[in-house]
C-alpha cells in the first residue's frame, strides 16, 4: 500500500512483467517541475525494491529484452519523447527527436502518450497522428506525424495502441476547435477580468464547440501504412486490448465493450443498461475482467458483475478504488490502483504490496542494494 508519504503524488503508469516483477511511475503533475519516481519491484531478490528518478512527467512503461542473453528491464517514455532504460538503478535516457511540447528541439507536434513494445521493436505514439519506431535500443525514426487541422476541428491525435506481432492498433481522436480571440493571447488582457467573466467566457466556447462532434477513430498500421476500421459512430475509445485468443477488444465510456477481428469486424457485445467507462483488461481465468472508473468488473459474456470478494484494504473501504490497469499471469490477477498501490488477486483474496514508506517520499535516501 502507499501509505506514509506527504508526497502528493499517485501512480501515472505502470506494468507487470509477470507476477514477482513490476514497475510503477509514481509523480503528480506539476508542468513548472516535473519529477518521476519509478519505482521497480523484483520478487527474485530478498530485497526487491528499486527507485530511479528523472525530471519529466513518465505517461507509459513497459519492459523490454534488447539481447536473448540479457534480462528484461524497464523502459519509460516522457510526455516530452524522453525514454529512459533501467539498468542496474540508474536510467539511460535518449530523445525522439522533434516530440514534445516544452523539448528545445520540439517541432510543435505535441505531447507523446504510448509506448509499446513489439518483440525487438518499440513504437511511440502522441498528438497530431505522431508514431516513432526504433528497433532494439537503437536510433529513433519518425514514420508519421501531421498537425493539420479541418475547419472546425484541431489536429487529429493518437491516444492508445497495442501491438499485433508486426502491425499495430492506434486509436485516435479529433475534438472540435474554437479559436483564440486577440483578448486571449494577450496577457495583460487577463488582469482586469473577474472569475465569474472568466467562467462565463468559459462557458460560451463550450457551447461554441458541442455544436461539432467529436470524431472517434481506430487504425490499423502496418508497412508504413494505415487502414482505418469501421467502428460505431457513437465510440469513446478508453482501452485497448488483445487476448491470449488474439481476438480485439475496445473499451470505453457507457460501459462500450467491442469485440472482434481486423478481418472480420467489430460488434458489440456490452449490455446497453451498462454505464461504466471501461479502460483496461485482462483475461484471467477464462474470464474477461475489466478496470472501470470505480472498481473492477468481470464480463459475462453479456454484463459486467462485480469481482468478489472486493478489494480487502481498510483504505480502499473508505476510498472509492482508482483503478489505473491490470494484468494476468498464471491465473493470477495484477492490480494498479493510481491512489492505493499494487495488489494481485488469485481468485480468493487480495494480497497487497506493502512499499516501503521511503520510496514514497520526494526525497529519496535510497535502500540496501538488491541481493
Given at each position: 500500500?502507499?501509505?506514509?508519504?506527504?508526497?502528493?503524488?499517485?501512480?501515472?503508469?505502470?506494468?507487470?512483467?509477470?507476477?514477482?516483477?513490476?514497475?510503477?511511475?509514481?509523480?503528480?503533475?506539476?508542468?513548472?517541475?516535473?519529477?518521476?519516481?519509478?519505482?521497480?519491484?523484483?520478487?527474485?531478490?530478498?530485497?526487491?525494491?528499486?527507485?530511479?528518478?528523472?525530471?519529466?512527467?513518465?505517461?507509459?512503461?513497459?519492459?523490454?529484452?534488447?539481447?536473448?542473453?540479457?534480462?528484461?528491464?524497464?523502459?519509460?517514455?516522457?510526455?516530452?519523447?524522453?525514454?529512459?532504460?533501467l539498468k542496474d538503478e540508474h536510467a539511460e535516457r535518449s530523445k525522439i527527436p522533434g516530440a514534445g511540447i516544452l523539448s528545445?528541439?520540439?517541432?510543435?507536434?505535441?505531447?507523446?502518450?504510448?509506448?509499446?513494445?513489439?518483440?525487438?521493436?518499440?513504437?511511440?505514439?502522441?498528438?497530431?497522428?505522431?508514431?516513432?519506431?526504433?528497433?532494439?535500443?537503437?536510433?529513433?525514426?519518425?514514420?508519421?506525424?501531421?498537425k493539420s487541422r479541418e475547419d472546425g476541428y484541431e489536429a487529429e491525435h493518437f491516444g492508445k495502441a497495442i501491438s499485433l506481432?508486426?502491425?499495430?492498433?492506434?486509436?485516435?481522436?479529433?475534438?472540435?476547435?474554437?479559436?483564440?480571440?486577440?483578448?486571449?493571447?494577450?496577457?495583460?488582457?487577463?488582469?482586469?477580468?473577474?472569475?465569474?467573466?472568466?467562467?462565463?467566457?468559459?462557458?460560451?466556447?463550450?457551447?461554441?464547440?458541442?455544436?461539432?462532434?467529436?470524431?472517434?477513430?481506430?487504425?490499423?498500421?502496418?508497412?508504413?501504412?494505415?487502414?482505418?476500421?469501421?467502428?460505431?459512430?457513437?465510440?469513446?475509445?478508453?482501452?485497448?486490448?488483445?487476448?491470449?485468443?488474439?481476438?480485439?477488444?475496445?473499451?470505453?465510456?457507457?460501459?462500450?465493450?467491442?469485440?472482434?477481428?481486423?478481418?472480420?469486424?467489430?460488434?458489440?457485445?456490452?449490455?446497453?443498461?451498462?454505464?461504466?467507462?471501461?479502460?483496461?483488461?485482462?483475461?484471467?481465468?477464462?474470464?474477461?475482467?475489466?478496470?472501470?472508473?470505480?472498481?473492477?468488473?468481470?464480463?459475462?459474456?453479456?454484463?459486467?458483475?462485480?469481482?468478489?470478494?472486493?478489494?480487502?484494504?481498510?483504505?480502499?473501504?473508505?476510498?472509492?478504488?482508482?483503478?489505473?490497469?491490470?494484468?494476468?499471469?498464471?491465473?493470477?490477477?495484477?492490480?494498479?490502483?493510481?491512489?492505493?498501490?499494487?495488489?494481485?488477486?488469485?481468485?480468493?483474496?487480495?494480497?497487497?504490496?506493502?512499499?516501503?514508506?521511503?520510496?514514497?517520499?520526494?526525497e529519496f535516501k535510497g535502500l540496501p542494494a538488491r541481493q
Amino acid at each position: 500500500m502507499m501509505n506514509g508519504s506527504d508526497w502528493k503524488a499517485t501512480i501515472q503508469a505502470a506494468v507487470a512483467f509477470d507476477v514477482d516483477r513490476f514497475a510503477i511511475c509514481v509523480g503528480e503533475l506539476e508542468y513548472d517541475d516535473p519529477f518521476t519516481a519509478i519505482i521497480s519491484y523484483d520478487g527474485r531478490f530478498s530485497q526487491p525494491w528499486s527507485r530511479t528518478d528523472v525530471q519529466r512527467e513518465i505517461v507509459d512503461i513497459s519492459y523490454m529484452g534488447a539481447d536473448p542473453t540479457e534480462d528484461h528491464v524497464p523502459v519509460a517514455l516522457s510526455n516530452e519523447g524522453d525514454v529512459y532504460v533501467l539498468k542496474d538503478e540508474h536510467a539511460e535516457r535518449s530523445k525522439i527527436p522533434g516530440a514534445g511540447i516544452l523539448s528545445e528541439d520540439a517541432e510543435g507536434f505535441g505531447a507523446v502518450h504510448t509506448l509499446v513494445v513489439d518483440g525487438h521493436s518499440q513504437y511511440v505514439v502522441g498528438d497530431s497522428r505522431q508514431l516513432y519506431r526504433r528497433e532494439g535500443f537503437g536510433t529513433w525514426q519518425r514514420l508519421s506525424a501531421n498537425k493539420s487541422r479541418e475547419d472546425g476541428y484541431e489536429a487529429e491525435h493518437f491516444g492508445k495502441a497495442i501491438s499485433l506481432d508486426g502491425s499495430l492498433i492506434v486509436e485516435s481522436v479529433q475534438r472540435p476547435y474554437s479559436a483564440p480571440s486577440a483578448a486571449q493571447l494577450d496577457p495583460k488582457s487577463w488582469e482586469n477580468v473577474s472569475p465569474e467573466q472568466f467562467l462565463k467566457m468559459m462557458k460560451e466556447q463550450r457551447s461554441e464547440r458541442v455544436t461539432r462532434p467529436r470524431i472517434q477513430r481506430v487504425y490499423h498500421y502496418l508497412d508504413g501504412g494505415f487502414s482505418r476500421l469501421s467502428l460505431p459512430e457513437d465510440c469513446v475509445i478508453r482501452g485497448l486490448y488483445r487476448d491470449p485468443e488474439q481476438r480485439i477488444w475496445f473499451l470505453g465510456g457507457g460501459g462500450l465493450i467491442l469485440q472482434g477481428t481486423i478481418e472480420g469486424g467489430f460488434e458489440k457485445v456490452g449490455f446497453l443498461g451498462d454505464t461504466e467507462t471501461l479502460f483496461s483488461a485482462a483475461w484471467c481465468r477464462s474470464e474477461l475482467f475489466a478496470a472501470t472508473d470505480d472498481g473492477l468488473r468481470r464480463f459475462d459474456g453479456h454484463k459486467l458483475g462485480i469481482v468478489k470478494p472486493k478489494l480487502n484494504s481498510a483504505a480502499i473501504n473508505r476510498n472509492i478504488p482508482a483503478p489505473l490497469k491490470i494484468q494476468s499471469f498464471d491465473n493470477t490477477l495484477i492490480y494498479f490502483d493510481r491512489k492505493h498501490g499494487v495488489c494481485r488477486w488469485d481468485g480468493q483474496s487480495w494480497d497487497w504490496y506493502e512499499i516501503p514508506p521511503s520510496l514514497l517520499q520526494r526525497e529519496f535516501k535510497g535502500l540496501p542494494a538488491r541481493q
